[in-house]
T-cell receptor
């Protein structure tokens, strides 16, 4: 069964609004979670590393003020896309390792469409 | 982080064995090799992971030569449902160092 749960699976919003995406680790604690973005027919691109109790680490070119990440507990990380624009429309995926020396497990992704 | 190179696409037929090779010439001593499968509009799913020689599980085998500069994912007797994109990742096997996805291989299984 799924070990990482993502919600919602899809969302449609209007330009200028904000959208929050949740990523939960099920039955395990994740001090670190990762957020990816995937455009159609392309590979996954790492956006940021979410660290429980501290600030997220963003990849080059990713605006931290636009993509707000909060990792307030050991089982939940949230990504908020602020002031969304149509170009933010994409597939957002989170992941977490089960533990040390463990592969990453991914959520099922969130399809964001900004109109 | 070691860069990976895979064929962009492959075609196969049901019941055949499929081998997808990934090149990772600058793999580091501590790096593990991990393969993921992704269906459209879903997150990647872990298939198999290895460090050297051969690893086998219920769905696939992973062959890694002695120099570890490449690896081959072997899918026995594929079915239509194995049509997906397969990604090879190389990196440290601890909290999230396998971060970078290459282009992946789009496998099409035909009837």
């Amino acid at each position: 069964g799924a070990v990482v749960s993502q919600h919602p699976s899809w969302v449609i919003c209007k330009s200028g609004t904000s959208v929050k995406i949740e990523c939960r680790s099920l039955d395990f604690q994740a001090t670190t979670m990762f957020w990816y973005r995937q455009f159609p027919k392309q590979s996954l691109m790492l956006m940021a590393t979410s660290n429980e109790g501290s600030k997220a680490t963003y990849e080059q070119g990713v605006e931290k003020d636009k993509f707000l990440i909060n990792h307030a507990s050991l089982t939940l990380s949230t990504l908020t896309v602020t002031s969304a624009h149509p170009e933010d429309s994409s597939f957002y995926i989170c992941s977490a390792p089960l533990g040390l020396n463990s592969p990453l497990h991914f959520g099922n992704g969130t399809r964001l469409t900004v109109t | 982080l070691a860069k990976t190179t895979q064929p962009i696409s492959m075609d196969s037929y049901e019941g055949q064995e499929v081998n997808i090779t990934c090149s990772h010439n600058n793999i580091a001593t501590n790096d593990y090799i991990t393969w993921y499968q992704q269906f459209p509009s879903q997150g990647p799913r872990f298939i198999i992971q290895g460090y050297k020689t051969k690893v086998t599980n219920e769905v696939a085998s992973l062959f890694i030569p002695a120099d570890r500069k490449s690896s081959t994912l072997s899918l026995p007797r594929v079915s239509l449902s194995d049509t997906a994109v397969y990604y090879c990742l190389v990196g440290l096997n601890n909290a999230g160092n396998m971060l970078t996805f290459g282009g992946g291989t789009r496998l099409m299984v035909k009837p």
